[in-house]
C-alpha cells in the first residue's frame, strides 16, 4: 500500500504477522512531563519510544481498516487492529505513569487509527471534546513531513470543569447543587450520563462548522497542546476533556496515524 494511504478500508488478507522485534521499546526515549490546568493534571511524554518506529509503521499501514461504528464508535475516522503481544507496552506506559495500569482486554491487541481531512463530515459530538474510560495512551506514527497539530485538553468554561470523573466527587454534587439539579442525576449511572451530555457535552457548545475544537470557542478553553512528534508516546488522564488538534489544511493527503491503548487504574473483577 502506498506510504499513509488506506484503501477504502475492504477487509483483506490478514497481514503476515509481526516479528517480535516490531514493537520493540527503546530504552533510552527521553520522558518528559508537564501538569496541565488548575488540576494539574499529570501529561507524560516519551520521545523515541519505539526502537524501530518504521517497522511500527508499515505494519499499522499494512492492515485492513474499518470505519464501522461498532468499531469506531464516535472517533472520526478508521481504525484497525492486530494481535500482538503488548505487556511490556503496557508495562512501559505503566512505569512512566507512576502506577501499575491494566488492559481492558485480555489479550490486548495492538490498536492504531487513521484520521484524514478529506471528504469527511464531523458530528456535534466530534465537534467538541471528549472523554475516555480511564487513561489514555498513544503513540504518533508519523514521520516528521507529515507529523502535526497534536492533541488538546481543555477546560469547559460554563462549569470550570477540566475533566469528568468516573463517579460523581464533590466537585460534581456541588456544581449540581449550584445548578439546582435532582439527585437523580448523580443516583445511578444513567442519570449521571444524562447529566454529562445535558450539562457538559450540550450540542449548543459544539463548533457550529465542520472542524475540531482546536483552539477552543467561548465553551471550550485550550489549557495544553500535546504536539504531535514522530514515534512520540503520550499518556493522560481520559477523563480529562480532549481532542484532536487537527485544522483544515491538514491531512489532506496524508492520514494521521496512532497506535492507542485505552488503560485502568483497577484491575479487572
Known amino acids: 500500500m502506498a506510504h499513509h494511504e488506506y484503501s477504502r478500508y475492504q477487509d483483506r488478507k490478514s497481514p503476515v504477522p509481526p516479528s517480535p522485534e516490531t514493537f520493540a521499546i527503546n530504552p533510552d526515549c527521553q520522558v518528559s512531563v508537564e501538569h496541565v490546568g488548575l488540576g494539574r493534571h499529570k ?3 516519551a520521545d523515541g519510544f519505539y526502537l524501530h518506529p518504521d517497522l511500527v509503521l508499515q505494519q499499522a499501514l499494512e ?3 474499518t470505519d464501522r461504528f461498532e468499531i ?10 492486530i494481535n500482538v503481544e503488548t505487556g511490556a507496552i503496557v508495562d512501559a506506559i505503566s512505569e512512566f505513569w507512576g502506577m501499575k495500569l491494566y488492559p481492558f482486554f485480555d489479550p490486548q491487541p495492538a490498536v492504531f487509527q487513521g484520521i484524514t481531512n478529506q471528504q469527511y463530515r464531523l458530528n456535534v459530538g466530534q465537534r ?6 480511564d487513561v489514555t495512551a498513544m503513540v504518533y506514527l508519523n514521520p516528521a513531513e507529515s507529523c502535526m497539530g497534536g492533541t488538546g485538553l481543555y477546560r469547559h468554561v460554563p462549569t470550570g470543569l477540566e475533566r469528568v470523573p468516573i463517579v460523581p466527587d464533590q466537585e460534581i454534587r456541588e456544581l449540581a447543587d449550584r445548578l439546582e439539579l435532582s439527585d437523580e442525576f448523580l443516583n ?7 447529566f454529562q451530555n445535558s450539562m457538559i457535552f450540550n450540542p449548543l457548545f459544539a463548533n457550529r462548522d465542520n472542524t475540531y475544537i482546536n483552539d ?5 478553553e485550550l489549557l495544553f497542546l500535546i504536539r504531535m512528534q ?3 508516546l503520550i499518556i493522560f488522564d481520559g477523563r480529562c476533556f480532549h481532542s484532536q488538534h487537527i485544522t483544515t489544511d491538514q491531512y ?3 492520514f494521521r496515524v496512532n497506535q492507542v491503548l485505552y488503560l485502568s487504574q483497577k484491575p479487572k473483577p
Open 72 to 81: 469506531v464508535g464516535n472517533f472520526p475516522g478508521v481504525r484497525a487492529s
Open 63 to 65: 492492515l485492513p481498516y
Open 128 to 133: 467538541q471534546p471528549h472523554i475516555d474510560q
Open 252 to 254: 489532506t493527503q496524508a
Open 188 to 194: 445511578s449511572a444513567e442519570g449521571y450520563e444524562n
Open 43 to 45: 501529561v507524560v511524554m
Open 216 to 220: 477552543g470557542n467561548a465553551y471550550w
Open 230 to 232: 514522530p514515534n512520540r
